[in-house]
């Protein structure tokens, strides 16, 4: 769904299953993949900082997909907004600045998968 959603928001079918064993990872992997950037959506960019009991090791960097769609096999922090299914945000300000984010750096990577769906 995107606009106002999720109750005056408008449906829109994107074909995709996502599955991963991190829910903070999957929820950054919908956030890119829909055009929006995590670090402002607060509650993920929370989810990412230092916690007594923290939900995730490491950043949005170390977030890897593995997919069917080569745009979206590699780390999140790669991905351009030409790669996303470009939702329009409710906000303005959830959506990217610009068109390609920061090259990913080497780390730890979370498993998450992205697949397109026939």
Sequence with gaps: MEGNGPVAGTRR??????AGTNPVAIDATCARLIGFDP?????????????AFPLIEGSERDVAPASNAAAWNRALTGWRLEDSLRFHPHFAGWARSNGRMKSARAGRHCR???????
């Design 39 to 51: 670090a402002r959506l607060p509650i993920i960019a929370r989810a990412f900082e230092p916690h």
């Design 13 to 18: 079918e994107a074909g995709v299953l996502l």
């Design 112 to 118: 998450c998968a992205a697949a397109v769906l026939p």
